[in-house]
Nanobody, 123 residues
Framework: QVQLVESGGDMVQPGESLRLSCAAS????????MAWYRQAPGPGKQRALV?????????TYADSVKGRFTISGDNAKNTVYLQMNSLKPEDTAVYYC???????????????WGQGTQVTVSS
């Protein structure tokens, strides 16, 4: 099993910055990628990919955050970060950490999720 613990969510004003962190722990054999998803408030809102980083360092971003958000990782610490700059009200959401990993108990790669951290951007 993999436990993902997120931190860094807060309420900020438009234009400000936040940095989210997510640390993975457990009986991890290997992590293939780590990612951030978000789910905005309101009915019918689906969880959507924000950014992903592979173990090799390749990154992919949603169009809506390109140029503003930066994902980075520390493989030695099994930790991923999301630096969010120039935040907008539409960035308001619960942000979830995701890891695609193999463990001692589940040797086929499996998606693990954190509990989520709230980011609110409002004036």
């Amino acid at each position: 099993q993999v436990q993902l613990v997120e931190s860094g969510g807060d309420m900020v004003q438009p234009g400000e910055s936040l940095r989210l962190s997510c640390a993975a722990s457990g009986s991890i054999l290997s992590i293939y990628s780590m990612a951030w998803y978000r789910q905005a408030p309101g009915p019918g809102k689906q969880r959507a990919l924000v950014a992903v980083i592979t173990s090799g360092g390749t990154t992919t971003y949603a169009d809506s955050v390109k140029g503003r958000f930066t994902i980075s990782g520390d493989n030695a610490k099994n930790t991923v970060y999301l630096q969010m700059n120039s935040l907008k009200p539409e960035d308001t959401a619960v942000y979830y950490c995701n890891a695609l990993a193999r463990t001692a108990a589940r040797t086929i790669p499996y998606n693990y999720w954190g509990q989520g951290t709230q980011v609110t951007v409002s004036s």
